[in-house]
């Protein structure tokens, strides 16, 4: 049995890791760690029902710990863990022949520093609301929708949005790139000033 009075937060994923591999209930500790970053990044890709994502978020952290012994440690546990999030979610997807909506209306905040973000709008004039952005991002393909997610929202680095897309860190560059191009012209569209 683990004691709980010790300090674990100080450790590194990789160290948590390593002692789940000794103690399968330190396991615990990796999932409060990224329980919520998980739940918010599938509801927010996924639009699904808080039951349907509480289940993906459940079936992340069992297959993650089925898992554990496959996890390969030249990459990041959190990088491992949101690719495992995306597969589920896409498996989801296609279980229920749905396209998501992606994000939700508690995620204002969110929306709005993705349209402030001078990667994607130096000048973006605050006045308009996180509805109208969620529109656009609506509009957007799932890829581009996704990797503005991850990086914007997440605030995943190239390498990282490279891991859990699977995808080559060009591919990456030229996703972000097209996905910020697609969110200007879609503005423009709907008349905010970028």
């Given at each position: ?11 590194k ?28 990044y ?23 710990y ?36 992606m ?20 000048d973006l ?70």
């Amino acid at each position: 049995m683990i004691n709980i009075q010790e300090d674990y937060s100080s450790k590194k994923d990789e160290e948590l890791v390593e002692l789940t591999l000794q103690n399968p209930e330190t396991y615990y500790f990796l999932m409060k760690r990224y329980e919520d970053r998980i739940a918010r990044y599938i509801f927010r890709i996924s639009g699904v029902s808080k039951e349907d994502g509480e289940d993906l978020v459940q079936d992340v952290f069992l297959s993650a710990y089925k898992n554990i012994n496959d996890f390969d440690r030249r990459l990041k546990f959190s990088s491992w863990l949101y690719r495992i999030a995306h597969n589920k979610t896409i498996s989801f997807w296609r279980k229920m022949k749905i396209r998501p909506p992606m994000i939700g209306s508690e995620d204002d905040e969110l929306l709005k520093t993705i349209a402030s973000s001078e990667d994607i709008a130096k000048d973006l004039d605050h006045k308009y609301t996180a509805a109208e952005i969620k529109k656009i991002l609506d509009r957007l393909d799932e890829k581009y929708r996704e990797v503005l997610v991850l990086k914007f929202i997440e605030s995943k680095d190239y390498q990282e949005i490279s891991d859990i897309l699977e995808k080559p860190l060009g591919t990456v560059g030229t996703l972000i790139s097209r996905a910020k191009e697609k969110f200007r012209k879609l503005s423009i569209k709907k008349g905010l000033k970028l």
